[in-house]
Each structure stands twice: as structure tokens, then as C-alpha cells.
């Protein structure tokens, strides 16, 4: 284990966190992500199934999203078991991509309305393409931008690690305002 | 208060204080501004653009011309606010604009004294000599005298944001058609959005006294809302203007979410993407221009009857007429009657009109002029042959309506004339919008609801959805007659177009001087040119055109209408952000660490990156520079270079793939070895270059520089996916996921042999151009790459990005004794200039690798993207080679961008023999230096010349030198 000390993209030491009305928002540096190429027909990683276009999928530990035509973002919280996950399909590439996106999690404790309001007012999708089990590559405030929603109240916003506080930024100062816009 | 009628949808419970030019008035809770001031007797509430002429209300929507205020205060203060269209929210702060002195003692109306001089096209002839005055006197004399309010000039404190909905049916327009296509598609289940500019909905419905069943219209209009409001796929969005329609069925609209000064949120920039939409605007009623139209007390009928029926006020305190030219005017002359106002009587233009209740009429009659200063005092009337002069403190004026079709032209849709409706309809609008109700023509509120409800039903046919049924209330279905009408002739000054001043003479004049088509028309008098983009002048201004050309309307021409509908703010179209937040910025890995140094950033695209580190005693950024550069030519530096582009290249067919990218061979470098490599455009030129790693036998990484890092993978991807599909690789960017270092100097592999894990660094083991991973700092992955920028004995370490931090300040700490050195931008382009290392201004696109130095890189064993091309004749031929360029007096500055030419030489095109590239002060050399591109420069060494920068007016004299300053047989990187 580096004697290292990692830092945050947030430039915390710790995942940062912030709380506006019923959203939680959270960093998530726990994550481990990992591309993955296969050029045969492989349909599954271990016991999950790789996900189609716009899919986000999950079993046990792991989960993926489609990326492009054979390619997929997979996430685990075992890096060592995902690696060995990958290594073990005939021809599969991988590339570690962990500190490649700051990855933040925003968690609802009112339903799934909150993450709709807040969705509206980040990304340009009609709201079936951040229903639970869906991922998309989209554009938010200028950014290019991974969106995933885990579950109906758990949306998942990844960026560029160097774009962390932009991203930061959007969507906090977005979650603060929406009980202004909700009041009306 | 003294205007206010009984009735009205205001809550007299809810008393509101705003205050008007300092004076405290009083309001209720659903008055608009207008309907307040109105209330309280006041009628002069603005001064007009070009003559400052007294103005008063014309309105009661946002079509008004006149009643433009200035809201708020300080950083607040946001001018030319229609007053009809502003909720009264309690302590408004309300000012009269464009007025030198109190409102009602204006030194500008002067202006209207002299206004025979000020006809339209004045300007254009007046202010022609001298030339010189126009900018310096002239435009700035005029500029102060006209005009509307007065920006703040301070930053906007309020918060504004942007959002996207997406539906399957928009609704503009909350009216009758607008509630009756919403409820058809809410019931059958489409998602809908409701949008409408007031914040109440019912439109026109409102404003008049007809029920619908046998309920109130207020009151089946909060049923329906509540209806709506109920359905979880309606959208209801009042106090939201759509303002524009955009390409691919997106429409623009802007939510006036809070009007508290200091709210959390202001205004929403909505972006509605809808597979279909209703035009469901409306109608806005014409005047009749006549002499002296626009005094304050004289407004459209129809707003007149919306004041007394929605927020129970009349605009005069006497006698009130009206003038109209069809049958909705006297509907304004009965709700006025019913409300106990007393009515002066209707003036109707068409001979042999009869009243529709128990009031004077005026058959065949006109109103030839008015009086009265600040407010209208009385009219003349002409009727039966006679003039007589009437006493009346308020005049409605309904010349029919026009349908608001300005939505439908927004895709270049020019409306076409209905000459039984004697309006224009919109005809080849966007496709997907569908106009409805007064929009499309259908006035009553039976048409308008059935029209409503068929655009609907049209629209879910289209879409597939089956319509639910939704019976509708029974509406008024009144046949409304009018005669044309357009305006009364005679002398003096009637006007068309409120808010620029524009009358009927003006328009006369404008015929006159040739000014036939409606274009010349509108860019002469600028009528319709003013922020209401002339909705209650430009019909008429055709119809008084037509009739002076003697031509029919639809002869004469027809008007089309831009986004947006109404004013937006800048700051809504924004979007939100504005400093440093209104782009991205990326920061590198050890950002902090630096900033904590006290580094200065430079911004490289979206990226800070630390561009020197100021010491304490240094006052000149190139002290530190010099410093910092010096530093790593002696002992070691450290610089963060993760921002240059980093792709990770995968796959069995991953050489034959970069072979085809490169220029030059990449498919035979070793595993653990990096290769330098250019790539160029299509067309021959070069356009990037860095080092391509090999780390495996179907594993590269390569690297490009920080400005084309995007466009590099672009391309790559574009090869891959859309060039050669059959090569079987894999590309993912890997630019952010390593924060990478470099460690340059000749005391470099010292300080790296303290971090390494069991790493062997001498040459033998680890040459220049070497790759490999490893391990430091006791475990943390790593790669290494023995390359170097500056010249000397360099690598450059990469951590995953969370380690980079903690990896810079273990290096400084390690390397406290070896005299480590952090440097910014500046001293690694110094470095660099030194080495002769071409970067962005040597790779600028109009380069070739011929010109750098490099031709012999273009293999011809195989074929590359460019590689032909750079063959061809007329590339290949370029003379132009990169050259040292040494300052003759060491100290004098050689500008970059200054181009070469032979001493003595005229500064002409046909002398130009090069440019200067990168320029800087070199603390190696001790002197400025320079790199450039010069004609049959290898060929040249030694000559001296001119870099002229006629800008500036300096001449240089430069010593052409080889482009290495230092170690030009390369044996300090090597070593």
C-alpha cells in the first residue's frame, strides 16, 4: 500500500457531501471504474449482463453501462474481483479509469421527483432516458457528462476528474435553487 | 384610489403598497402595475421615445407601447418593463424613464416643439458632414436624448437558471383554445406543457363579463386549471413566455419565477422540446390612428374593458367614449355601462351602426383630434357634418384585431391576408405548431374553444394517441362585424407606432421618398423596429401604406415577426452563470499544491495551469521564469503536464492503426520504448505531435498536446470507427485518469531514484525514450517515460490522478537537497524555445513537417492520413524552413508574430520572407531568442535580418542561428 495520501477531486481528503432540501449529494472516491472492450459476442461479465444501448445494469458487486458498440463502464467497490472479472473474457480490454471522473452521487429521500426537477434543469433528455436502470452520455453545463440512475432515487453524475468543482458547481447551485422553482 | 369599479378578480382583502416616482400608492393582490397606478388615478406614466410626448396606459397586455417603467433600484434597476404585464408584489419600486426633470416637466419634450424637423429620415439626411462628427458629436447628442430607460451599469445580482422539458404537446396560451386543448390532450393521457405570459390563467376570458355554462368564466377557468394541475402529465407553467420557435419543434420560453427582489431564483430559460404545439396567443386589437391618438387616457378598447371587468378600474374619472370600427367596441361601451361608468357614447365609423344598448351613438362618425396637456381632456368629434369639441377624461379605441401570429413566422412563415376576418392568419409556420382560437381567427369563445380543442384532437391524431372526450362549456358566439377602418386623414400628427414615434405623415413622407416596399418601409420611420415590435402598429402602418399606393394590403406587402415575442434579459439567456462560473474550468492534479505555492495561473483552454511560481524579492514574472528555467538547466525542475492529451491504444490491430495516424513508422517501435510523432490533416499539413509509448504488444499510449487533445481522439475515433472498422482496436481517453509530472533536469534521476520502487533508472537499463510501469512511493502504480521538452536529462512519472498531490510534494520534499524547482508555462516554453521543440505557434496549421524540420519523418513505406497530400505539388516545394533566431542587441525583445525581412527591405508582402513563431528572453543564451519560419532558412545561418513589426513600428535585427540553443547534438538527454 503508497504511503501516498489520495485527494479527492473535489480536493477534499474526504468524499464531499452537501444537502439541499430532500437531494443528497455525495463524491463518490470509492468506486472503481474500469472500461471495457470486447470485439466477440460476450453478453455477460461474471453473472451480469451487459446492458444494451442507454442500459445501466447491476448484479452483485458489479454493474456496467453501455459506453458504445461493444464497450461498456464498469463499476465495482472490489477492483481486484472486477479486474478479475474482465481478465477472465477471452479478448476483453480494460483500461482503469477510477481517476479519470469525479463521480457524484445524488440521493432523493422524497422519490423520484426531486432527481426529475433536478434533471430538467440540467440535461436536455426527456425524463424516460434517466429512468432507473438507464445511462446516457449527455452535456451539462458545458460538460460533457455520464449519467446513470442506479435507482428510482439515486441519479449518478460522472465528469471529467479535472471539471470536478465545475460540475460541483452545477449541481449544487441547481439542487439549491429548486425549492426556490418549486415554490412557484 | 379613486378609479376602482366593483367586481374584478382582485382580493380587496390583500391591500399591496408600491410606490411610483417616490410616491406611495396602494394596490391589491392581482392587480398588474398598470391596473394599480390606474386605480389611483394616475394616467401620465411615461414620456415617448422620440418626442418625449406624454404617454399613459394603451394596454392591458404585452403588447403595450407606452406604460414602460423602470423596476427596482440600485444593481436592481432593470428598465423598459411593460407595466401591463408586472404582478404587484407588495413594495414595488416603480420609475418613470426617459425624462430630464419630473415626469410631468420634461426639458426633453422640447423634442416635441421642434418636432417638424425631426421628421423620420432625418438623421439619415441631417447628420451626413462633417463625417468626423458623427461618431464624436453627433450619435452620442442624439443617443442621450433618446432612448428608453437606463441600464444600472452594475453587474445583475439576481439568480437565473435553464432548464429542458421535453412533451408530446406544448400549449401557448392559457386562454379558452389553450384550456381547451390542454384539457383534450391532459385527458387523453399526452404529456402536456401550458405555458402562458400572464399569471393568471384564462387569457381573454378574464377580461370579458360573458359566462360560460352558467358558471362565471373565472370560475370554470380555475376548475380547468385545477383539472389540469391535478393530472400528473400536465405541465402548468403561468407567468412563462414562450418567446421563440427553433429548429427541430424546440421552443424557447422564459418562467418569471419570483418578482422579490433577492429571491433565490428570478427567471427560468426553458428550453421545451414538443412533438407538437398550440398556438393558442390570442388576438391583439388594432387602434385607429387619429389626430393626437396618444394622449394618456386614450387606450384600446378591449384593454379598456379588461381593466374594468378583470381588475375593476376605469381609466377615466369622467365621461368615457369609445371609437371603434365594428361591433367589439360597443361590447366595451355594455361592460362599461353595466360597471356604472359613465359613457360619453360610441363613435362608430361605419354609417348607419346602431347601439347595442341603452347609449349615444355616433353613426358614421370620427374622432379628429383631442386636447388636453398631460392627459386627455376632451375629443373632437366629427359626425353629421359637424365638429364638436366633447369633454371626456378617457377614450377606447377598437380598430378590429389582429391575430397573434408571431410565433408562426418564426421560421420565415409569412401570415396572408383573410380579407372577410380583415387580418392577417399565419400561413406556413413551423411544422408541428397549430394556431387556435383568436389566433387562427376564431374570436368567440365558442370558436375559440372548439378551435382549441380541434388543434388539439389534430395534433394526437398525429402523434397516435387517441382523443378522450372532453365536452366543452357553451361560450358567447357573437358574430363581430367590422368595416375597414385604418385611420382618420387630416392634419396634425396621428400615430401609428407608439413606442418609435412614427405617425401617418411619417409614413407619407417615407412613400414619398420612395420607400414603396415594406421593409424600406419599416428601416425609414423604424416603425415596428421598438422592443413591442410594433404589435399594435405594424397592420395598420400596411393598411395606411396600401391605402397611399392605392394598392391592396396583401399588394402591398406583409410583416413577419423574429424571436423573441417579447423582450428577454440577457442574463435568462445566460443561463445562470456568470464569473468564473460561466464555463467549465478544469484544474490539474496538483492545482492545490501549486496554488498554495502562491503560483499564477494562465488559462490553456479550459485548463489553469500554474504559469511561474513568484519568489518572494521577484517583482517581474520573468524573474521567476528565468529562475525556474535556469533551475532545471542546472539541477531539477518539476511541472505538471497532465494536461497534454493522453489516449490509451488497445487491440491486436493497435500498430497498423497508429501507423496509418502517424506520419511516420510507429508499428515498429519495441515494447518499453516511446517514439516521437507527428500527425497530419487530409490535406497534408501538419496539426499535432507527441510521443506515442508502446507498454505492450497491443498496448500504447499516446500522448498530444493540451490544445488538441479532444480533437485528436475525435479524429482517432472517427478513423476507427468510420475509415477502417476492420482494424480491431480500442481507443479511451486517459487524459484525466494520471496526473503526470515532469522531472527535468540533470539531477533528475537522482531525485527519482528516491521514489522508485526497485526501479533500475541508469541508461543501460532505462534509455532515453523509455516506457515502463512501475511502481513508487511504496506501492503506487506508476509509468514512466524518459522523454524530455526542455533539453535536458528528463522524464515524465504518472499516479493516478488522486495521487498527484501527494506525488508533488513528496518530489519537493525529496528533492529539497538537489535544489528542486516547481516551473510554470512560462519556463517550459523557455525550455523549449531553447531546444527548438516546435509546440501550438510552430503546429499552427499552416505548417508542414517539411517546414519543421521533419519531412524525412513522412514515411514513404507505408500510407498515413496527410501523407500523399503533403507530397503534392506546391506543399512539398515550400522553401520555408524553422530557424533559430538570435537578437543582434542580446537585449532587445523580438516580438513573436513579427515577420522576417531582408534589412533595408520595404515592409511590403512582396519582401515578407518569414515569421516569427515563439519568441522569449533566454537566461541560457543571455539574450533574446526566438524560433520562426524562414524562406531557405537551413541554408541561411548566420545572415542577419528584420523582424518587423509594423504594429509597433520595430525593427529587430536577428541573427539567423540554428533552431537548438542548447545541446544540439542531444547528449545531455541521453546521458
Known sequence: MTDLTPMGALGTAGPAAARHGALTLTEDCAITLL????????????????????????????????????????????????????????????????????????????????????????????????????????????????????????????TLRSAALSLWHALEATARRLPAAAAT | MNARLSGGLIDRSKPLSFTFNGRTLQGFEGDTLASALMANGIRLVARSFKYHRPRGIFSAGSEEPNALVTLGTGARAEPNTRATMIRLPEGLVARSQNHAGPLGFDLWSVNDLAAPFFAAGFYYKTFMWPRAFWEKLYEPAIRNAAGLGRLSMQPDPDSYDKGFLHCDLLVIGGG?????????????????????????????????????????????????????????????????????????????????????????????????????????????????????????????????????????????????????????????????????????????????????GDYPIFAGGRVTGTSGRKGLRAIRLSWNGREEELSCSALGVSGGWNPNVQLASHHRGRPKWDESRLAFLSHGGPEGLLPAGAAAGEGSTAQALASGQAAARAALEQLGTPAADTPLPQGEDRQIRTEAFWHVPGKGRAWVDFQNDVTVKDIKLAHQENMRSVEH???????????????????????????????????????????????????????????????????????????????????????????????????????????EAMAVRSAVGLCDVTTLGKVDVQGPDAAEFLNRIYCNMMGTVKVGKARYGLMLREDGFAYDDGTCARMGEEHFVVTTTTANA???????????????????????????????????????????????????????????????????????????????????????????????????????????????????????????????????????????????????????????????????????????????????????????????????????????????????????????????????????????????????????????VPAHFVDPEGDRLRD
Open chain 2, 710 to 960: 479532444g480533437l485528436v481522439l475525435r479524429n482517432m475515433e472517427f478513423a476507427r470507427q468510420c475509415l477502417w472498422p476492420e482494424l480491431d482496436v480500442t481507443l479511451i481517453s486517459t487524459t484525466d485518469a494520471w496526473a503526470q509530472i515532469a522531472v527535468a533536469g540533470p539531477r533528475s534521476r537522482e531525485l527519482l531514484s528516491r521514489v522508485v520502487d526497485d526501479f533500475d533508472l541508469s541508461t543501460e537499463a532505462f534509455p532515453f525514450m523509455g516506457c515502463a510501469e512501475l511502481t513508487v512511493c511504496n506501492g503506487c502504480p506508476a509509468r514512466l517515460f524518459r522523454i524530455s521538452f526542455s533539453g535536458e536529462l528528463a522524464y515524465e512519472l504518472a499516479v493516478p490522478a488522486r495521487y498527484g498531490h501527494a506525488l508533488m510534494q513528496r518530489l519537493m520534499e525529496k528533492g529539497a537537497d538537489l535544489g528542486v524547482t516547481p516551473y510554470g508555462t512560462e519556463a517550459l516554453s523557455i525550455l523549449r524555445i531553447e531546444k527548438g521543440h516546435a509546440a501550438g505557434a510552430e503546429l499552427n496549421g499552416q505548417t508542414t513537417a517539411q517546414m519543421m524540420g521533419l519531412g524525412r519523418m513522412v514515411s514513404v513505406k507505408k500510407d498515413s492520413i496527410g501523407a500523399v497530400m503533403s507530397r503534392r505539388e506546391g506543399l512539398a516545394q515550400d522553401g520555408r524552413r524553422l530557424v533559430g533566431l538570435q537578437a543582434v542587441d542580446p537585449q532587445q525583445a523580438i516580438p513573436a508574430g513579427a515577420h522576417l525581412l531582408a534589412t533595408g527591405a520595404a515592409q511590403t508582402m512582396a519582401n515578407d520572407q518569414g515569421w516569427v513563431t515563439s519568441a522569449c528572453y533566454s537566461p541560457h543564451v543571455g539574450g533574446h531568442i526566438a524560433l520562426g519560419y524562414l524562406e531557405q532558412g537551413e541554408a541561411r545561418m548566420g545572415e542577419t535580418l528584420v523582424a518587423a513589426n509594423p504594429l509597433q513600428d520595430q525593427q529587430i535585427p536577428v541573427r539567423i
Open chain 2, 521 to 627: 418601409l419599416k428601416r425609414w420611420t423604424t416603425l415596428g423596429m421598438a422592443t413591442d415590435q410594433g404589435k399594435t402598429s405594424n397592420v395598420t402602418a400596411l393598411a395606411v401604406m396600401a391605402e397611399l399606393t392605392g394598392r391592396s394590403i396583401p399588394e402591398t406587402g406583409t410583416t413577419i415577426f423574429r424571436p423573441p415575442y417579447t423582450p428577454v434579459s440577457l442574463a435568462v439567456l445566460g443561463g445562470g452563470d456568470t464569473g468564473k462560473d460561466f464555463r467549465p474550468t478544469r484544474l490539474t492534479p496538483t492545482h492545490h499544491w501549486a496554488k498554495a505555492q502562491g503560483a499564477v495561473f494562465t488559462e490553456v483552454g479550459q485548463w489553469m495551469r500554474a504559469q511561474y511560481y513568484p519568489q518572494p524579492g521577484e517583482t517581474h514574472w520573468r524573474q521567476s521564469a528565468d529562475r
Open chain 1, 35 to 158: 472500461s471495457l472492450a470486447l470485439r466477440d459476442e460476450t453478453s455477460a461479465l461474471a453473472d451480469l449482463p451487459l446492458p444494451g444501448p442507454g442500459a445501466y445494469a447491476r448484479s452483485g458487486d458489479l454493474a456496467a453501462f453501455w459506453t458504445g458498440p461493444g464497450q461498456w463502464m464498469v463499476e465495482s467497490r472490489d477492483a481486484a474481483a472486477a479486474r478479475a472479472a474482465i481478465a477472465a473474457l477471452p479478448g476483453a480490454r480494460m483500461t482503469e479509469q477510477s481517476d479519470g471522473w469525479v463521480v457524484i452521487r445524488i440521493c432523493s429521500e422524497a422519490g423520484a421527483p426531486p432527481l426529475r426537477a433536478l434533471t430538467e434543469k440540467l440535461v436536455n433528455l426527456p425524463a424516460e432516458t434517466l429512468a432507473p436502470g438507464r445511462a446516457t452520455r449527455c452535456q451539462l453545463h458545458h460538460l460533457n457528462c455520464l449519467v446513470t440512475r442506479p435507482a428510482e432515487t439515486e441519479l449518478c453524475v460522472m
Open chain 2, 176 to 356: 379558452a383554445a389553450g384550456l381547451a386543448a390542454a384539457l383534450t390532450a391532459g385527458r387523453s393521457g399526452a404529456e402536456v406543457v401550458l405555458a402562458d405570459e400572464d399569471f393568471r390563467l384564462g387569457g381573454r376570458l378574464l377580461a370579458e363579463s360573458d359566462p360560460l355554462d352558467a358558471a362565471t368564466a373565472a370560475d370554470w377557468v380555475a376548475k380547468a386549471e385545477a383539472e389540469l394541475r391535478a393530472l400528473p402529465n400536465v405541465r402548468v407553467m403561468p407567468r412563462t413566455t414562450v418567446f421563440g420557435v427553433y429548429d427541430h419543434g424546440v421552443y424557447g420560453a422564459v418562467e418569471e419565477v419570483s418578482d422579490l427582489p433577492g429571491a433565490p431564483l428570478r427567471q427560468t430559460l426553458w428550453r421545451i422540446t414538443a412533438k407538437r404545439a398550440v398556438m393558442a396567443t390570442g388576438a391583439t386589437e388594432r387602434h385607429i390612428p387619429f389626430r393626437d391618438n396618444d394622449r394618456p387616457g386614450i387606450l384600446l378598447a378591449g384593454a379598456m374593458r379588461a381593466y374594468a371587468n378583470r381588475w375593476a378600474v376605469t381609466p377615466g374619472a369622467g365621461k368615457v367614449a369609445i371609437f371603434t370600427n365594428n361591433d367589439d367596441g360597443h361590447r366595451t361601451a355594455l361592460d362599461l355601462q353595466a360597471k356604472g361608468v359613465n359613457l360619453l357614447g360610441v363613435i362608430d365609423s361605419r354609417a348607419g351602426a346602431t347601439p347595442f
